[in-house]
């Protein structure tokens, strides 16, 4: 799996009916999407050239041409047909990223523009309305008011007369339209939802504005207002339609709720700093020599690696040859494979063929391989030499302990005698953490360049 699509994966929005499809294959239409999601959705081209555009999801279809009119696709188009609904192979992953990365349109995304901050609110009878404005306004936020295209009449909010609200009510599915939406949500990072309780849930075009857009990652603090319901289940049951979202607890005001009510409950929320978040990643990254021009990484070791790569997990064969060359072809300069994986022979074949064929250098490719614990810790001098000759590139680039194991600092020390010897360019762990860490570097003198964890959205 390519490395960044992991990080993608998370920022695509549920299936109906608040599920994730976690163990579903991603088509070629979904990643698209996902990847356009990460830049931002931004603007793309009225038409693309693609001869089965009228095959691709509607949801879809902004996301594929913004991606041909970038030149994403490339190498992906065969006869001009983007096959939408197969699934997306691994190469093609890589190929699409690294595209992505080489482009104008990339960099990083834009975080939320000073952590801004947005009301919305919907109002039937304006009970609601005066408190949403006193928000935004004690918190220097942007105000959204959410208008049913169909506006509410008084007979329609009558209560049990078996009116519209009534049957809305009584209607888990139901999903009254909204007039407009909030052009820029990508823009914050925090949303107050402001909504009256009816029958002691919030109105049902509430899920309708949850379910319009991709909330991941963002804060959301409902609020509600009621003559005498307390708020009950009403923000709790919102929590499905946007999963991805970090909720807080809500809070229940009467009608006519003063100002400085408002203003002391808002003081007391624990609301995120986005900006000193971006200021620690920014000085993060920094020490550890990003450099997100080139796409890469400055190791403490002194050698550059690619930040984007392709992991060759239960790739084997010909598949795996294949899938290798597919993804130097197309640009991709970091290769990730293990002895656990079983393919290094078909790795070091696969390198060799496309410097040959290509008239890539050594040097223009980082491999990483990695030891497994048990036996091969045990005699790691062997294993690591056995890694050298399987993959047959004169050297690696960087060679990890796969998992901590009772000979790990037994088989680190060996591969620093590697280092010494110019067979091992850079070296690492797999599969560490916090524990394990304070455990293990004391132990030994040189510092792993690199930590390889499983990230995922589960």
Partial sequence: ??????????????????????????????????????????????????????????????????????????????????????????????????????????????????GKILVAYFSATNTTRPLA?????????????????????????????????????????????ISGIVENMADYDVIFLGYPIWHGQAPRIISTFLESYDLTGKTIIPFCTSHSSGIGSSDTSLHSLA??????????????????????????LDLPEPEAVVDAVTSATSKAGFNFETKSVTLNSGYEMPINGLGTYSLHGETCVNAVKSALASGVRLIDTATAYGNEEEVGQAVREAMEELGLQREDIFVITKIYPGSEM???????????????????????????????????????????????????????????????????????????????PL
Avoid at 93 to 108: C, D, E, F, K, P
Avoid at 162 to 172: H, I, L, S, T, V
Avoid at 258 to 263: G, I, K
């Fill in 243 to 268: 999963s991805g979202a970090n909720w807080l607890a809500g809070r229940r005001f009467a009608g006519g709720t003063t100002r400085s009510a408002m203003e002391d409950w808002i003081s007391g």
């Fill in 133 to 177: 404005e006193y928000a935004a306004d004690i918190l220097s936020a942007d105000l959204y008011e959410i208008v049913p295209e169909d506006p509410y009449t008084d007979a329609d909010l009558a209560y049990y007369t078996n009116g519209r609200a009534d049957r809305e009510q009584n209607d888990a599915s139901a999903r009254p339209a």
């Fill in 378 to 456: 045990a005699n790691p001098e062997q294993s690591i030499q056995a890694c050298l000759d399987r993959l047959d590139l004169g050297y690696v680039d960087m060679m990890l302990l796969h998992h901590p194991d009772r000979n790990d600092v037994k088989a680190y020390q060996a591969m620093e005698k590697f280092v010494e010897n110019g067979k091992i360019r850079s070296l690492g762990l797999s599969n560490w953490y916090v524990k394990e860490l304070e455990e293990f570097l004391p132990q030994v003198p040189i510092t792993p360049a690199l930590v390889q964890n499983e990230i995922h």
């Fill in 1 to 114: 799996m390519a490395v960044c699509m992991v990080c993608l994966l998370a920022m695509t929005s549920c299936y109906g009916g608040g599920t994730f499809g976690v163990n579903d294959p991603t088509t070629r239409e979904q990643a698209v999407t996902i990847l356009w999601r990460y830049a931002g959705e931004p603007e793309n081209a009225a038409t693309a050239d693609i001869s089965d555009m009228s095959s691709i999801s509607n949801w879809a279809q902004a996301a594929v041409r913004w991606a041909e009119d970038n030149d994403i696709l490339a190498g992906m188009l065969e006869n001009n047909r983007f096959d939408s609904k197969a699934n997306i192979k691994r190469g093609e992953v890589a190929s699409m990223l690294y595209h992505y990365l080489s482009s104008n349109t990339s960099g990083q995304p834009e975080p939320a523009a000073g």
